[in-house]
């Protein structure tokens, strides 16, 4: 019995050991809470692409309920700021929708100057659209230098700018299988940046996850 005790202990221990090691070493993106919050970040990320385009139908088709789908567009770049809210406050949020805002507005000039033949405004418009893009990865950036890297943000905004054109100059020639083709590589390319965000913010608030 007194051979056995020691030994006992000397299991507890490495079992211990183990358990601790495996607490340290997990991930923050394995848990529930993480599958749950990138879910959520999908979800309001797809409305943006889905919305977007709403919008796009409606401002160059000339539909009924353009205001309706603007105002729900909008709507969404509130809720992407709220979201990220609890990890980077209120400010941060703001900061983020009026961004996004921004996004939403400029892109709109661009399509009814483009709608309209006005070169020189779509122009003007175009290279707002696109300093905007790089504001909010210069904001990701600041916010989460070490899992937000600035040159890949910059290059996934101008990509979502890119593909979000691509859609609307589509659907302007009245080419609608190009518009599909576009609308799927705009939303293929979200959930990437999605992905990217929620991970991210894990990595950065892993006691949160």
């Known amino acids: 019995?007194?051979?056995?005790?020691?030994?006992l202990v000397s299991v507890a221990i490495v079992l211990l050991s183990i358990s601790a090691c495996k607490k340290e070493t997990a991930s923050p993106t394995d848990g529930a809470k993480?599958?749950?919050?990138?879910?959520?970040?999908?979800?309001?990320?797809?409305?943006?692409?889905s919305w977007t385009r709403s919008v796009i139908?409606?401002?160059?088709?000339?539909a009924p309920g353009t205001t309706e789908a603007v105002n729900r567009l909008l709507q969404n770049q509130v809720d992407?700021?709220?979201?990220i809210k609890p990890y980077y406050g209120d400010a941060a949020g703001?900061?983020?929708?009026?961004?996004?805002?921004?996004?939403?507005?400029?892109?709109?000039?661009i399509l009814t100057a483009a709608k309209n033949?006005?070169?020189?405004?779509?122009?003007?418009?175009s290279a707002a659209w696109y300093a905007n893009?790089?504001?909010i990865a210069v904001f990701l950036n600041t916010a989460n230098p070490d899992n937000f890297p600035l040159v890949s943000w910059k290059?996934?905004?101008?990509?979502?700018?890119?593909?979000?054109?691509?859609?609307a100059t589509a659907r302007l020639n009245h080419d609608y299988a190009a518009d599909v083709v576009a609308y799927d590589k705009v939303y293929a390319e979200m959930m990437i940046m999605s992905d990217m965000l929620s991970e991210g913010i894990a990595k950065q608030f892993p006691a949160q996850f």
């Open 1 to 7: 019995m007194k051979k056995v005790f020691p030994l």
């Open 34 to 49: 993480y599958k749950a919050t990138s879910s959520a970040f999908r979800v309001l990320w797809s409305d943006h692409v």
């Open 57 to 62: 139908v409606n401002i160059v088709d000339g």
């Open 80 to 83: 992407i700021g709220n979201a």
């Open 94 to 109: 703001n900061a983020l929708t009026d961004l996004l805002h921004n996004h939403i507005v400029v892109a709109a000039d």
């Open 117 to 125: 033949g006005n070169t020189a405004a779509m122009n003007t418009a």
């Open 133 to 135: 893009g790089d504001s």
């Open 155 to 167: 290059s996934m905004m101008k990509m979502h700018l890119d593909y979000t054109l691509e859609e």
